[in-house]
């Protein structure tokens, strides 16, 4: 079993629509959770970061993150076509993202219709 | 955010030679790691780059075939050394600590082994 699972894809959704983006994890070890975003040919751009149980919310995009079920989500509310990437979800087993080794999803990649 | 440089930003390269590619940010960083993306693999932690030692290699990655160097807190290199097509993926450098609190990407390196 992967130590990260994340839901396969590829995504097609209308402009406008909310979208749910799902990874799942079985180290129990992992207490930083991260949502990268990669545009084509770009290198991942962080896109949002939360180490606690419950919703964060950044503008159009929500991470909720149930450490009880091992399970992380992030929600984009009004889809916009420039939405349009890959989105992979990230994890550390120490309460930073940045001095340790992340363990990443597969990515899902996202297509939004104008 | 870092500004994060890698050179080059791809190559093809033949069966049986080695490629030495770059990373340059433009602040000091605690870390610096090495990343490979495969083609529908989740990106995957290759080495961290640690300043005035050797590198901490994952497993499955050794010395001899991805040597890292660190010769200061803005630069690193990696080399895929003696290559075959087995080592066509994307690699990334990323960075963390100083004044980032989180892991930033490079664009990546798009390399092909023929």
């Known amino acids: 079993q992967k130590e990260v699972e994340q839901d396969p894809g590829p995504l097609s959704v209308p402009e406008g629509a909310i979208v749910s983006l799902n990874c799942t994890y079985s180290n129990s070890a992992f207490q930083y959770f991260m949502w990268y975003r990669q545009y084509s040919r770009k290198g991942p751009e962080l896109l949002m970061y939360?180490?606690?149980?419950g919703n964060k919310e950044d503008g159009r995009f929500t991470a909720q993150v149930d450490k009880s079920s091992k399970y992380i989500s992030l929600f984009i509310r009004d889809s916009q076509p420039s939405d349009s990437a890959t989105y992979l979800c990230?994890?550390?087993?120490?309460?930073?993202?940045?001095?340790?080794?992340?363990?990443f999803g597969k990515g899902i990649t996202l297509s939004v219709r104008p | 955010s870092a500004v994060i440089s890698q050179k080059p930003s791809r190559d093809i390269c033949q069966r049986g030679t080695s490629l030495t590619i770059q990373c340059q940010v433009d602040?000091?960083?605690?870390?610096m790691f090495w990343y490979r993306q495969q083609p529908g693999q989740s990106l995957t932690l290759i080495a961290t780059a640690n300043q005035g030692s050797e590198a901490t290699y994952e497993s499955g990655f050794v010395i001899d075939k991805f040597p890292i160097s660190r010769p200061n807190l803005t630069f690193s290199t990696l080399t895929v050394s003696n290559m075959s097509p087995e080592d066509s993926s994307i690699y990334l450098c990323s960075v963390g600590g100083g004044r980032f609190n989180e892991q930033f990407f490079g664009p990546g390196t798009r390399l092909t082994v023929l």
């Open positions: 939360t180490y606690s149980s």
């Open positions: 602040s000091q960083v605690t870390m």
């Open positions: 990230a994890m550390s087993a120490t309460r930073s993202g940045a001095n340790s080794k992340l363990t």
